[in-house]
Every structure is written in structure tokens, then in C-alpha cells.
T-cell receptor
Framework: GAGVSQSPSNKVTEKGKDVELRCDPI?????LYWYRQSLGQGLEFLIY????????KSGLPSDRFSAERTGGSVSTLTIQRTQQEDSAVYLC????????????FGPGTRLTVL | QKEVEQNSGPLSVPEGAIASLNCTYS??????FFWYRQYSGKSPELIMS????GDKEDGRFTAQLNKASQYVSLLIRDSQPSDSATYLC??????????????FGQGTTLQVKP
């Protein structure tokens, strides 16, 4: 596609529910990244994929967060037993080769946990 | 000490003036540096990338990198009201720890007044 796409654009859920966020990177991009941005805050790195493997999961805030990437393309970020502090905009980015390349961001998914 | 530091601002300049945005970083072996612009409610978009010491110019934008002093700056000439946004400095960790993590500063809010 022309750019990184994410779905849903908005998600409202109740505390304790599980949510899945999806990211479609730019076609041909081998690296994929997840970040989150809380209101008025900077971007917080969550996880990075090179192909289907995740060399760096250090940013995942707890074991309630997990992510996978299949076929070297689409990625899903799953948050189990959501908490109110999980409310944020979750941003996905992709780059052509890897970490030193420019990362292009998707529009984000705004998650609200009630 | 934060890994990437920016003055949160707001930085207010009159239309037509030069806006100077600064960023310092702590990881001495960092190799890749990026400036992103983020409009309110939107995802970050790349303005400039710089990898070598010195200046890099692109239209009204000039990025400056000084690895010895561990700072990177962005100059915006002939500032326009449409330049009003938050500018995020991002640094990719270099050397053996290069795992894909792009560390973002908190961002500097720029206001260009007509």
C-alpha cells in the first residue's frame, strides 16, 4: 500500500477486556515497530520486528502485552486484561531495511479503557 | 538523565523568522538522528534525517549534527504558521546495542505567529 495502515482507528473497551491492534506496514518494508504515546507525552518504544522475529521486546510494559508478525508483513499487538493506564495512542511504523532507516508512521489506534 | 532531551517550549517565533530547535542525547555511539513533525492529533512525519557531522539542508529546513557535543538541531527558515506543530527529535542507538529502538525526546512545541 501507499503507507502504513492501522486498525481500528479508535477502540473503546472496558477494563479487563483483551484488545487486538493491527498494523499493515508499507509493502516491502522488512522492519516494523510499535510505539505508544500517552496524552501530552513523547513516544514510548514497545517492540521491533525484523521480518517475523522480534530482536527487541524490551519496551513491552508488562506480560499483558504481546505482539506477533506473520509472513513478514502484518503485525498484531495484543493487550490482555486491559487497564486504564493502557489508554494511549498506539503507533506502528515500518522501515525498508532496519533500525538505521527512516521509520514511517501509521495514523495510530486510539485506545480508551473505561 | 533522559536519553534524548528537548526543551518542551512552547517556542514562539514571528512569521518569517528563523526557528531553532535543539536536542541533546546521551548515547555517545548513536549513529542515526531524525527530526519528526507532529501536528496535534496526527502521527509523526519525517522532516529530516542526518547521519554525519555538519549541516544538511532541505528547502527551508537545516539539520545540524555535532557528535562530539552530542547535540542535534533543526533550523526552520522563513517560518510559516503552518510550521506550528510539535517537533520530535529521535535518536537510534548505535554500536553493538543497535536493536532498532528509536528513542524520542518529549518534543518541542513551535508556535509561529502571523
Amino acid at each position: 500500500g501507499a503507507g502504513v495502515s492501522q486498525s481500528p482507528s479508535n477502540k473503546v473497551t472496558e477494563k479487563g477486556k483483551d484488545v487486538e491492534l493491527r498494523c499493515d506496514p508499507i509493502s516491502g518494508h522488512t522492519a516494523l515497530y510499535w510505539y505508544r504515546q500517552s496524552l501530552g507525552q513523547g513516544l514510548e518504544f514497545l517492540i521491533y520486528f525484523q521480518g517475523n522475529s522480534a530482536p527487541d521486546k524490551s519496551g513491552l510494559p508488562s506480560d499483558r502485552f504481546s505482539a506477533e508478525r506473520t509472513g513478514g508483513s502484518v503485525s498484531t499487538l495484543t493487550i490482555q486484561r486491559t487497564q486504564q493506564e493502557d489508554s494511549a495512542v498506539y503507533l506502528c511504523a515500518s522501515s525498508l531495511w532496519g533500525p538505521t532507516d527512516t521509520q514511517y508512521f501509521g495514523p495510530g489506534t486510539r485506545l480508551t479503557v473505561l | 538523565q533522559k536519553e534524548v532531551e528537548q526543551n518542551s517550549g512552547p517556542l514562539s517565533v514571528p512569521e518569517g523568522a528563523i526557528a531553532s530547535l535543539n536536542c541533546t542525547y546521551s548515547d555517545r555511539v548513536s549513529q542515526s538522528f531524525f527530526w519528526y513533525r507532529q501536528y496535534s492529533g496526527k502521527s509523526p512525519e519525517l522532516i529530516m534525517s542526518i547521519y554525519s557531522n555538519g549541516d544538511k539542508e532541505d528547502g527551508r529546513f537545516t539539520a545540524q549534527l555535532n557528535k562530539a557535543s552530542q547535540y542535534v538541531s533543526l533550523l526552520i527558515r522563513d517560518s510559516q504558521p503552518s510550521d506550528s506543530a510539535t517537533y520530535l527529535c529521535a535518536v537510534n542507538q548505535g554500536g553493538s546495542s543497535n536493536t532498532g529502538k528509536l528513542i524520542f525526546g518529549q518534543g518541542t512545541t513551535l508556535q509561529v505567529k502571523p
